[in-house]
């Protein structure tokens, strides 16, 4: 089922890197309408609990730590086609990779500190979406 809605995360590096308010611009101009947002700060257990998914791989720790060492800012993010179309504004994984002008070209420092988090499907999107915000923070 496609949805007109995706969730991402600025990460702390990009936070701590003084990034946001340039990363949100990005987006907005994309056309990209924010729903909901917020600044908070993922616990050991919430980042846990959030990458459960690859609580097998051998970077998750890494990948924990990382994600609750400083605040984040939480985002829904509406536009047709949201999560195919968020996925190519924030570029590769790998910065490295990552075609010029997207996001984690302009802001990310390596594969594990990739300024932004999107989700990967529709299913994902609204998963990682109501694990950060309540119906009431939506708009």
């Known amino acids: 089922m496609t949805t007109n809605r995706t969730f991402t995360m600025i990460k702390p ?13 990005k987006i907005t101009a994309a ?10 700060q993922l616990s050991t257990l919430d980042a846990e609990a959030f990458y ?9 720790g890494e990948l924990v730590n990382f994600m609750s060492s400083g605040p984040i800012i939480a985002a829904i993010l509406e536009k047709e086609n949201a999560v195919d179309d968020f996925r ?8 490295a990779d ?20 999107g989700s990967d499907s529709n299913d ?8 950060h915000f309540a119906g ?4």
């Open 124 to 131: 994902n999107a609204a998963i990682e979406g109501t694990f």
């Open 13 to 25: 590096d990009a936070v701590k890197n003084g990034h946001t308010g340039a990363i949100l611009e």
């Open 52 to 60: 459960s998914v690859h609580s097998e791989r051998p970077f998750f």
């Open 98 to 117: 990552a075609a010029d002008g997207t996001i984690r070209k302009l802001y990310a420092t390596s594969i594990g500190e990739n300024a932004v988090h």
């Open 136 to 139: 009431r923070e939506l708009f």
């Open 88 to 95: 190519t504004l924030i570029g590769a994984t790998n910065p």
């Open 31 to 40: 056309g990209f309408r924010i729903v909901a947002l917020k600044k908070t």
